[in-house]
């Protein structure tokens, strides 16, 4: 990954008046259509563009919807019957409120990251929610915004968990990019994402086993935390190598495949890149089941929507920074475009920047 684009924690406080701002605010809006505000302003205000945050709010919040109301409180008892029922928005959201308050944030995302993993493709990938407050509690410490920002994203994670389908394991591939380039599409690409996924039966494997393993083969390329799963263990410096390769490959991808669907193939990308994030926060024994949830959540998106065939594309013009390719990005205004980008420069280099302006091309700028 490029560390050239990384940039100095925000000393402005503007992130966290505006998660002040959104916390009143539902993770949803008009059903099943995420609120991105979140997000997008934590990608502005990382890449210096935090005196537009306040204004770009204003305008978004004729579209953002009270948190819905409280059904029945979630316990530590009660918690598994909770799980993926989404007219608890409000009880997840409290329940980790709580839990943050009373545990250190690293703690409470530690227990629930495993929890949550199998449920990652569901709801268009709520651990991006996740993956981006976690970049900033890292960069530039806790604060009680931050950390009641990361309560609402484990609890939209938690209302709309939804594990995938049993999938059975294809033919192996021996990199990402090929991996994603085996991906059957789903033969009805007329629903919404939760009928898409519904079609799933199986994904190449991958990524390979290590080559001193000798144990069986790999069986599910799911998240499984069954601590009897016959699988090997990757080692957590391997596993975090093959993430980093993982959203590369997505991140290229998208340049020739965004029109089949060019904002749901954003989350090819950014979903695996949330986890990534996520990794320094985590103990190490849960990066390689963070790597299979990775990739079966970019699999996941990639088989829903991408397209029969891959489209020309013109590449970066060169002599465009990083920082003027973000700057677009901004001024263009839509979340996805600005999320897509915001990972596109984590990838770094020239096919990166050109997959970050095929979706400021290809996406609406409508926010």
């Known amino acids: 990954m490029d560390d050239t684009t990384r940039t100095s924690p925000d000393t402005s406080g503007t992130l966290d008046e505006a998660l002040e701002r959104l916390h009143s605010f539902g993770p949803e809006r008009g059903g099943w259509l995420s609120n991105h505000a979140p997000m997008a302003v934590e ?53 980790f409120e709580r839990e943050t308050a009373d545990r250190p944030w690293r703690e409470v995302l530690a227990e629930w990251w495993p929890r949550l993993l199998p449920g990652i493709a569901a709801g268009a990938t709520p651990v991006i929610r996740v993956g981006h407050c976690v970049r900033t509690l890292l960069a530039s410490g ?46 009805d690409q007329s629903g919404g994402i939760r009928e898409r996924l519904g079609q799933l039966t199986g994904f190449p494997v991958w990524p390979p ?6 144990g069986p083969a790999r069986t599910r390329p799911v998240a499984d935390t069954d601590p009897a799963d016959p699988r090997p263990a990757t080692a957590p410096d391997l596993a975090r190598a093959r993430l980093e390769e993982l959203v590369g490959a997505a991140t290229h991808r998208y340049a020739a495949h965004a029109h089949g669907s060019p904002v749901m193939l954003v989350h090819a990308a ?71 980008t915001d990972t596109a420069l984590d990838v770094g280099g020239p096919a990166a920047l050109a997959a970050a302006l095929r979706s400021i091309e290809l996406i609406t700028a409508e926010l």
């Open 270 to 340: 950014t979903a695996p890149n949330a986890v990534l994030r996520t990794l320094p926060a985590l103990p190490r024994e849960l990066w390689a089941p963070s790597l299979d949830a990775a990739w079966a959540a970019s699999a996941a998106v990639t088989a829903a929507y991408t397209p029969a065939t891959p489209a020309e594309h013109p590449a970066a013009p060169e002599g465009l920074s990083p920082e003027e390719v973000f700057a677009r990005a901004a001024a263009h205004g839509n979340d996805h475009t600005i999320k897509f």
């Open 43 to 95: 990608a502005l205000v990382h890449h210096g563009q935090a005196p537009g945050v306040h204004r770009r709010l204003d305008h978004y919040r004729a579209k953002l919807e009270d948190m819905p109301d409280r059904f029945t409180e979630v316990t530590p008892d009660n918690w598994r019957e909770a799980l993926g029922d989404p007219r608890r928005i409000a009880d997840w959201t409290a329940y």
């Open 142 to 187: 806790e604060n009680a915004p931050r950390v009641a920002e990361l309560a609402h994203g484990l609890g939209y994670w938690a209302a709309r968990h939804q594990p995938l389908p049993p999938l059975a394991p294809l033919a192996p591939a021996s990199g990402a990019a090929a991996a994603l380039d085996a991906v059957e599409r789903v033969p």
């Open 209 to 214: 086993r290590p080559v001193t393993d000798t």
